[in-house]
């Protein structure tokens, strides 16, 4: 693989609850001379799919016990606490700001919830993009994630079909000819932040398509199954 292209995806429009996302997602690249194509990765936004699957709930964005109390329904255990940030773990193994729920590009009033099962999410919607299109395609699931030992936000999966969440390089060498003995590519999280570079957090752009991956990461994975650090293993927890 020397070039990949990642493509945002216009014409989406607004989704609310019920909504045929693969529908509208097909719909919307083709119309914009997309495809899919056999092998592209499509890129698709929590936000998107939550509100599809109806991940809303209401609440008062003044009343920040209200907030509160919805964050911690949706975690599993609240492992540090700062003012007004809580970081949780949710249901998926996640540990991430305020149980993922959030406010942003929702209407007023409402507050989104993470998907229940991302990878079935992802599953889903690719079947759906497969049955209008006849393509393909492997789909990722995208949210903005921190990270604890930098600033800034980047884009990383949440649940993924058709691709390996992983990359596994041990056992292979690099330029040197040294076995590599720990490198694992989470490949999902790498093609999440490159998609968002084309989608924004402003630009009303909930999906891309990710074009040129190799194709040897085009298997079936999971993220919870490969990415989700198990507690025992985690230094931090």
Request: hydrophobic share 45%; glycine share 12%.
């Amino acid at each position: 693989m020397s070039r990949l292209e990642v493509i945002g995806v216009e014409g989406i429009g607004e989704i609310g609850p019920g909504d045929d996302l693969a529908g509208v997602i097909a719909e919307a690249t083709t119309a914009a001379g997309l495809g899919p194509v056999d092998g592209d990765v499509v890129v698709v936004t929590q936000k998107v799919v939550s509100k599809a699957e109806g991940r809303l709930v209401p609440i008062d964005p003044e009343d920040r016990r209200g907030h509160r109390a919805v964050v911690e329904s949706e975690a599993v255990r609240v492992l540090r606490r700062r003012g007004d940030l809580v970081i949780t773990e949710t249901s998926h193994g996640f540990v991430c700001a305020n149980a993922g729920v959030d406010l942003s590009n929702v209407d007023d009033g409402w507050a989104a919830l993470l998907p229940v099962d991302p990878d079935r999410s992802a599953r889903r919607l690719r079947d759906g993009l497969r049955a209008r299109t006849g393509a393909d395609v492997a789909v990722v699931i995208s949210d903005t994630f921190g990270r604890a030992w930098r600033r800034g936000l980047t884009d990383v999966a949440i649940g993924c079909a058709g691709i390996g969440a992983v990359v596994d390089l041990r056992g292979t060498t690099d330029a040197y000819g040294r076995e590599l003995a720990v490198t694992e590519v989470a490949v999902v999280d790498e093609l999440a932040g490159a998609a968002e570079l084309v989608m924004g957090k402003a630009s009303g752009i909930p999906a891309a398509v990710v074009r040129g991956v190799e194709p040897a990461w085009l298997r079936r994975g999971e993220v919870r199954a490969e990415i989700v650090r198990p507690a025992s293993e985690d230094l931090f927890r």
